[in-house]
């Protein structure tokens, strides 16, 4: 078998042999169709991800890393909350050895599952950090990142997969696509991150599959087939059927560990058949072995379409679907098998730096042992000894006590503590190396840092952090505890770069923002746990934005005499709204012709106008979506400077600003409902008193999945009241869609209010 993988390493390096090729498909070459994806991160940095051969630099990987490499999944567990990605993750730990017994989410023992290892998650039974862990399934080694559903907590699925080479995509089979699940498929195409989906719950009353599959084809737009068929549904569920091999198993014993082959029943049949062959045409779409196959009408052996299963995943044409219920021990195993089989090992994916020395220019990054250390810091926590500094290694070797560069500062530090995580268990290693995650202990630095030896100056990306949506004033009830409170938003600004802290300047109030109440509630809770602070909390706030909605002109004139040198600036120009949908919030064209204002003045210009919309007339918010230009102006030889002409574009904004008819822009958020069918007419009633927009409402069973756009400001409470409508059967998930424009009266309220608080 070694040989076998050593062989499959060499092809992966370019050498041929079309006998084998069957057999390694998990270290060849991908097709090249695979384009990377482009996207905008936080930072002017680009990633490039792709799984086809490029030129190899020369620190390529030798035979004996890519044995141990292709025996190598970092994966991660994403889904809509209340999935059962935690629930999944424990049956892995407890089916590959690493833990002895299995605890349940919510489970009436009170220990609660391995993964969620805080004790607001255990009693909350909802994820809210992300976990690592790693465990070894045959002779494959599994690094898991187990990532929380809620949409509050996405930032956490952002720098998972921003460092994870494949994922699991998790849907549950009465529920199907739920928001959540868009978003986090979402996330996966911009990492570029091949995926498994698992339709865990089948053994659920409703439980229905083939739905949940034709929503991920029209939904995700996801070109999926199932690899397997449960025997049975609901209570019914015994087994599953391998879709590629068209043989069955059952799972006995009390832990569903006793794997026996059965008989595909009769009537069952003829489905496995028309499965597979639609399995084999959606593989053929994506993979040109099986597509020759399939326009030749010859027949697809087992092996074959697995190894082009294989390459249509990595190259993000396909995504095969796995069946089973993890709370019922059903399935899981064989969902192993197909991470070890379809998902990449780290010699799959090719990562590119950047090259800080060559003018950022991008640089493919091999996964090897003997190359120059590139690690990116992916998340930080405060753990019991210091700063917590998860890592991914994407090239080179990292030992306990060896010096390491910060790419970012500049900054040379010594690794003192080398830890591999297991949820919230330390091991200590004393070295790592590529494709590795593992965590640093005491060493201070920002999530999204770059880690190199000193021999190369490469800078990894960081992830795409979203904006927050909601604010909350907060401060100690006692002076004692101010000590206290600064230190744990210090550490929770560090920790995650979601949560945002601010002072009022008007007010002089602590501003918390983060992405939902749960999120701001979370941390309220934790700083009371934690570090022993109680808090005043205000009432929440709506991060709103102000914009305009024509074109105005300006001309203004800045003089100003005092004795000795004055202040003269002229600036002449106009502003007007960006087209809808654009992607940047702010546009400053030069649009002078000659040196009407001399060069050395226009950055004070640009300067100006980016001061001036930091504050709107309106309600004192941020102005977004708008396009300032500068035409013409004129400087004075003695009284002209920097300081004037700064003064001039924001006088000059302010003034043109209140002829440009502007409004306010708040943020709707994309809500989805589910309930029992006799509540749907009090729901949608209550969606229209609180001016959302139903965008669909459809049965699925006995209830009735409601979407709407609703704003903000109308959802806080939400839960409480539709709790109270649906005698506690109804629950709702909600995200960030857009910011749009407030109603007349709301505006007019908005405008009164800052007034009167001014």
């Known amino acids: 078998m070694r040989a076998v993988r050593l062989l499959a390493g060499a092809v992966h390096s370019g050498l041929t042999s079309s006998m084998y090729a069957p057999y390694i498909c998990a270290a060849s070459a991908a097709p090249t169709g695979c384009q990377p994806a482009h996207f905008c991160g936080w930072q002017q940095l680009t990633c490039l991800r792709n799984f086809s051969a490029l030129p190899q630099p020369n620190f390529e990987p030798n035979f004996e890393e890519r044995d141990a490499l292709m025996d190598v999944r970092n994966i991660g567990i994403s889904a809509h909350i209340d999935s059962g990605k935690t629930t999944l993750t424990e049956r892995i730990l407890f089916y590959t050895g690493r833990i002895h017994s299995i605890h349940e989410v919510r489970g009436k023992d009170g220990v609660g599952a391995k993964m969620d290892h805080m004790d607001l998650e255990r009693e909350k039974g909802i994820t809210i950090q992300s976990a690592a862990t790693y465990c070894k399934w045959k002779d494959t080694n599994i690094n898991i990142i187990d990532t929380p559903g809620h949409v509050d907590f996405t930032i956490e699925v952002e720098r998972a997969l921003r460092v994870l080479d494949g994922a699991i995509l998790v849907l549950c089979s009465v529920g199907g696509v739920q928001s959540q699940s868009i978003t986090v498929d979402r996330q996966m195409r911009r990492y570029d991150v091949p995926r498994l989906a698992f339709i865990n719950k089948c053994d659920r009353a409703g439980a229905d599959p083939i739905r949940v599959l034709n929503q991920m084809r029209d939904k995700l737009k996801l070109n999926c087939s199932p690899v397997q068929l449960p025997l049975g549904l609901e209570d019914k569920l015994r087994g599953l059927i391998d879709v590629v091999e068209q043989r069955a198993y059952s799972f006995g014993g009390p832990f569903g560990n006793e794997i026996t082959e059965v008989d595909i ?380 002409f700064k003064l001039a574009c924001q006088y000059a904004f302010r003034d043109a600003y209140s002829k440009a008819s502007p409004t306010v822009l708040e943020p709707i958020m994309a809500v989805e409902i589910r309930a029992p069918n006799e509540f749907q007419g009090s729901i949608i009633g209550d969606v229209n008193r609180r001016k959302g927009l139903i965008q669909n409402s459809e049965g699925e069973g006995d209830e009735v999945v409601i979407e709407a756009h609703v704003p903000l400001a109308e959802m806080f409470g939400y839960s409480t009241g539709l709790r109270s409508m649906t005698q506690g059967k109804g629950e709702f998930t909600m995200e960030y869609n857009q910011h749009a424009p407030v109603t007349s009266d709301k505006l007019a309220e908005l405008t009164l209010s800052h007034k009167r608080g001014s």
Do not use: W
């Open 265 to 644: 029943p009769d009537e069952m049949k003829a489905t496995v058949t028309a499965r597979r062959a639609e399995l084999v045409e959606r593989v053929a779409e994506a993979d040109e072995t099986v597509g020759e196959l399939f326009l030749m009408e010859e027949p697809v052996d087992a092996e074959t379409l697995r190894g082009g299963i294989r390459r249509a995943t990595l190259a993000l044409k396909f995504v095969p679907v796995f069946m089973g219920s993890a709370y019922k021990n059903k399935g899981v195993q064989l969902l192993l098998d197909g991470v070890t089989t379809y998902l990449p090992s780290p010699l799959d994916v090719t990562n590119r730096a950047l090259d800080v020395n060559n003018n950022q220019a991008p640089l493919e990054l091999p996964s090897s042992r003997q190359g120059p250390l590139v690690a990116l810091a992916f998340k930080l926590e405060e753990g019991r000894f210091g700063q917590l500094t998860y890592m991914r290694i994407y090239s080179g070797t990292v030992r306990k006590g060896d010096p390491i560069v910060n790419a970012t500062t500049g900054k040379r530090i010594k690794v003192p503590r080398l830890v591999r995580m297991h949820a919230s268990d330390l091991e200590d290693i004393s070295q790592a190396s590529a494709g590795d995650i593992v965590a640093m202990f005491g060493v201070e630095c920002a999530s999204g840092d770059t880690f190199t030896d000193g021999s190369v100056r490469y800078a990894m990306t960081s992830i795409t952090v979203p904006e927050p949506v909601m604010s909350l004033a907060v401060a100690p009830k006692n002076r004692e505890s101010s000590g206290a409170f600064s230190k744990a938003l210090n550490r929770f600004t560090k920790e995650d770069p979601t949560f945002k802290v601010g002072m009022d300047p008007e007010s002089g109030q602590t501003i918390i923002s983060g992405m939902g109440e749960l999120h701001l509630d979370i941390y309220v809770e934790r700083m009371k746990r934690e570090y022993k602070v109680d808090a005043e909390v205000g009432a929440p706030r709506v991060n709103y934005r102000e914009t305009i909605t024509k074109r105005a002109n300006f001309d203004y004139l800045h003089k100003k005499q005092s004795g000795g040198q004055g202040q003269y600036g002229r600036v002449v120009g106009y502003i007007e709204p960006l087209p809808e949908g654009s992607a940047e919030k702010f546009e400053y064209a030069n649009e002078i012709v000659g040196n009407a204002i001399p060069p050395n003045y226009l950055p004070s210009c640009k300067k100006g106008f980016e001061e001036a919309i930091n504050s709107g007339a309106l309600i004192g918010h941020p102005v977004e979506g708008v396009r300032v230009a500068l035409t013409d102006g004129a400087a004075h030889a003695v009284d002209s400077s920097e300081l004037a």
